[in-house]
C-alpha cells in the first residue's frame, strides 16, 4: 500500500457532509467599527510604521513627484501617475540583480483592510509580479479609497483565491530579539501607502 | 511497549539524544538564572500585549469557538478534505506527494532537491520540518539547509536547539545574540552592537545574497484552504516571502491536520493567529498561493507522522487544532521558568506536553514525563485560540502513563489498608509514629528506600502525630 492509500485509509476516508460544515455557526463580527473606513485605515496603518499620506487624486502625480531616486513600475500602474518619478517599466522584467539595485517601487493594491491597517496585493495589472515589491527596499502603495474593506471578513470577501495574494502590514519586521517588534529586515524597510480617492 | 513501536516513534519525531526526563532536564534550566531572566522577561513581555490585541476584538470568544468547530469538523473529516486538497492543487499545476513518517518525509524531500542538482536550499521557518529533523536528514545527503527566519538563524549558528515554537530563540538575550554573531556569522561588523535593530540588519546583510540567487526553497505551511488548493504561510521578516517567491521550486512541507475546508475559514484563522502569537492586528506578511504560481515548480509533502494515531484518541485529538500560535507557552509558569529545552521535543511548553508523547506515539523517558510537566492551572487553555483544553489531555495521558509495577504494588497495598478500618487505624498509629521519627520542621525532606523518587521533586508532609478519630476521641 502506498503512502498515500494508507493515509487515507487509517483516516476511514469518509465523505464530509457538507450540510454538517454549513451547519457551523458564524456569531463573530463582520466588522469591529462603523464610520470612516479611510480614516481609520491611515490611522492603523501608521500604527504600523507605514508612512501614510493623504492625497486628492489630482494631487497625485505631484506627491510621488516627491519621490528620489530610480523606481521600478509594473505593468498596468497608470502612466499619469508617475509622470513626474524616474521610473523604469518591468517591461521586459527587470532581473532581480537589477532590482535590488532600485530604490523602489510603486504599486497599487487589490485591497486594504482598515481595522489592521493592511494592503493586499493581487498581482494583478498595477501590483507586478510577486518580487517587484519584495526586493527592492523601498515600497510606494498607492490605495484608492474605495480598496479600503472594513475588516478581514469583508477583505477575505472581495478576494479571489485564483489570485496570489501578498498581505503587507507595515515595513518588514521581526519580533524575534526578546520578543520585540523591530522594524526592517528582509523585505521593503520603508513602506509608504499613499490614500487616494 | 515493543521494539516495533519504538522504532514506529523513532520514524516519526526523533528525540533529542541522551533527553532525559523532563524533572531532571527542567532541574538544570531553573538554576540557570540567565536564561530564567531571558524568559521571564519575554514571556511577561508579550503576554500583555497579548491581552491587549484580543481586547481589542468583542468577538473573541465567537471566533474562538467558530475555530474551533471548523477544525474538529475538518479532522473528523480529515481524508475527505485531504483528497479535495490534493485534487484543487494537482488541478492548479501544483505537485502533490504523501509521507506516512517523518523518515518518508525527508526522504520525498531529499529526493525531490536532489533532482534538481542543488545542494543549498532556503528555508523559512516551519515546525512541521523541526518534527521531522528535515536538515538533519538532508546534511546527511550533502544537503545543506539554511535557516532564514531571524531566531532559527541565531539557533543555527549558536549550534543551539529551538526552544519556543515562534520565537526558537527566546532563551537568548540581545547581548548573547551579539555574540553569536560576532562569533559565527561570516562578514559580520566588527562593531555590531546589541541594539536590536542593528542585529535585524547584520541578519539581512547575511543573507541577502543567499536569497538572490537561491534556486530551491523549503516551507511549512499556516493553513490550506480545500476547496481553492491555496496554500497559507504568515510570517514578519519577508524572509518566507524571498523563499516563496525567487526560487525556481518551492517545497513545502504540511501536517495534515492544517487544512481547512473553504476560503471563507481564513476570515477566522487570520484574525485569531496574529493577535495570539504576536500579538499584533496582523503579522507584516502573509503569502497565499494556490498550485504552481508565476512559473515555479510547486512540490506539497503531506505529512502524517503519529497525526492520524493522535486522531484516533477521542480526548486527544483536540491537540490537532493547535495553529502553532504558541500563546500557551507565554503564559505557562512552568515552561516561563523551566524553558523550551527540557521538554525535549520541537513542541515545548503546554501544547508540546500533550502534542510530542501523542505524535512520538512511544514511552521515552521524555514523553512518559512530559503529562506531568504541569501545575494543570489552566492557563493555557484560557488563552488558546482554538480552545484547546490542554489540562484535560494532560489527564488523560496521565491516565494512559505507564505507571510502574512498585506504583502498582503501593497502589494495591493502599486499597488492601483502605477497606478495612482496623487496618487504616493501625496504618495511621505507624505513620504517626514514623512521622516523628522522620518529620523535621514540618517537612520530610528525603523519605526512605523506592520512596526517594516522590522527595526527589518535593518535600514530604510528616504526618500528623494524632489521627482524627483520636482527636474526636478526646474531645467527646
Known amino acids: 500500500m502506498n503512502a498515500r492509500e494508507e493515509i487515507l485509509r487509517r483516516l476511514g476516508d469518509t465523505e464530509a457532509d457538507p450540510a454538517a460544515y454549513a451547519a457551523i455557526p458564524r456569531p463573530y463580527l463582520r466588522r469591529h467599527h462603523d464610520g470612516d473606513v479611510v480614516e481609520l485605515f491611515a490611522e492603523r496603518a501608521a500604527d504600523y510604521r507605514a508612512e501614510v499620506r493623504r492625497v486628492a487624486g489630482a494631487d497625485l502625480p505631484g506627491v510621488l513627484g516627491e519621490l528620489r531616486g530610480r523606481y521600478v513600475a509594473p505593468d498596468g500602474l497608470p502612466e499619469a501617475w508617475t509622470a513626474g518619478v524616474d521610473v523604469v517599466r518591468d517591461d521586459p522584467p527587470v532581473s532581480i540583480a537589477d532590482l535590488d539595485a532600485l530604490d523602489g517601487v510603486i504599486t497599487g493594491c487589490a485591497v486594504a483592510i482598515a481595522e489592521t491597517g493592511t494592503v493586499v496585493l493581487d498581482h494583478g495589472p498595477g501590483q507586478g509580479r510577486r518580487a517587484l515589491t519584495l526586493v527592492p527596499d523601498h515600497h510606494v502603495v498607492v490605495v484608492e479609497s474605495a480598496r479600503i474593506a472594513a475588516d478581514v471578513p469583508e477583505a477575505v470577501e472581495r478576494l479571489s483565491p485564483d489570485r496570489p495574494l501578498t498581505f503587507i502590514s507595515g515595513p518588514s519586521a521581526t519580533s524575534d530579539i526578546e520578543l520585540s517588534r523591530v522594524e526592517g529586515v528582509h523585505g521593503p524597510r520603508r513602506l509608504t501607502i499613499v490614500i487616494t480617492d | 511497549m515493543s521494539t516495533d513501536q519504538r522504532a514506529a516513534g523513532a520514524a516519526r519525531m526523533p ?85 506516512r513518517d517523518a523518515a518518508e518525509a525527508n526522504r520525498v524531500v531529499a529526493d525531490l532537491i536532489k533532482a534538481t542538482g542543488e545542494t543549498d536550499v532556503v528555508k523559512v521557518k516551519s515546525m512541521a520540518t523541526q518534527e521531522i529533523g528535515l536538515n538533519e536528514a538532508l546534511a546527511a545527503e550533502g544537503i545543506r539547509a539554511h535557516e532564514t527566519d531571524l531566531a532559527e538563524l541565531i539557533v543555527q549558528l549558536g549550534h543551539d536547539r529551538p526552544s519556543h515554537i515562534l520565537v526558537p530563540a527566546i ?284 522527595t526527589d521533586t518535593r518535600d514530604a508532609p510528616v504526618p500528623a502525630t494524632e489521627t482524627f478519630r483520636e482527636w474526636w476521641e478526646k474531645r467527646s
Open chain 2, 171 to 454: 532563551h537568548r538575550g540581545r547581548a548573547e545574540i551579539r555574540d553569536i554573531f560576532r562569533r559565527e556569522m561570516p562578514g559580520a561588523p566588527d562593531d555590531l552592537t546589541d541594539e536590536p535593530a542593528r542585529l535585524a540588519e547584520a541578519a539581512r546583510e547575511h543573507l541577502r545574497e543567499r536569497f538572490l540567487k537561491a534556486k530551491v526553497a523549503v516551507s511549512g505551511v499556516n493553513f490550506a484552504v480545500a476547496e481553492t488548493g491555496s496554500l497559507v504561510v504568515v510570517e514578519s521578516e519577508g524572509n518566507g516571502r524571498m523563499c516563496l517567491t525567487l526560487p525556481e521550486t518551492l517545497i513545502s512541507v504540511m501536517g495534515i491536520e492544517k487544512v481547512v475546508p473553504s476560503w471563507q475559514d481564513l476570515e477566522v484563522f487570520l484574525q485569531l493567529l496574529p493577535r495570539s502569537s504576536t500579538a499584533e492586528r496582523m503579522n507584516p506578511y502573509t503569502s497565499v498561493w494556490s498550485g504552481a504560481t508565476e512559473g515555479q515548480t510547486f512540490h506539497l509533502v503531506l505529512v502524517d507522522n503519529g497525526r492520524t494515531a493522535t486522531r484516533d484518541d477521542e480526548v486527544g485529538r483536540q491537540a490537532l487544532r493547535c495553529i502553532r500560535c504558541s500563546a500557551c507557552l507565554n503564559v505557562c509558569p512552568v515552561y516561563q521558568r523551566a524553558g523550551g529545552h527540557a521538554y525535549g521535543s520541537p513542541y515545548p511548553g503546554p501544547i508540546g506536553a500533550i502534542l510530542s508523547p501523542q505524535l512520538r506515539g512511544a514511552g521515552s523517558p521524555v514523553d512518559d514525563s512530559l503529562p506531568y510537566a504541569s501545575t494543570l492551572c489552566g492557563a493555557c487553555y484560557e488563552v488558546c485560540p482554538v480552545a484547546i483544553d490542554i489540562p484535560e489531555v494532560l489527564v488523560h495521558l496521565r491516565s494512559r502513563a505507564v505507571h510502574g509495577r512498585a506504583e502498582k504494588a503501593a497502589m494495591r497495598f493502599a486499597a488492601w489498608t483502605l477497606r478495612s478500618p482496623t487496618r487504616l487505624a493501625f496504618g495511621q498509629r505507624l505513620a504517626g509514629t514514623a512521622g516523628r521519627m522522620l518529620g523535621r520542621r514540618g517537612g520530610i525532606r528525603r523519605l526512605p528506600g523506592p520512596l526517594t523518587r516522590w
Open chain 2, 15 to 99: 528525540t533529542y539524544v541522551g533527553m532525559p526526563a523532563f524533572p531532571e532536564a527542567a532541574r538544570d534550566a531553573v538554576r540557570d538564572t540567565r536564561l530564567r531572566r531571558n524568559l521571564t522577561h519575554a514571556t511577561t513581555t508579550i503576554r500583555a500585549k497579548r491581552a491587549a490585541a484580543v481586547s481589542e476584538l468583542a468577538d473573541w470568544a465567537e471566533l474562538r469557538e467558530t475555530a474551533k468547530r471548523i477544525k474538529d469538523h475538518t479532522i473528523e473529516h480529515l481524508g475527505h478534505y485531504l483528497r479535495l486538497l490534493e485534487e484543487q492543487v494537482t488541478a492548479r499545476g501544483g505537485i502533490v506527494h504523501w509521507a
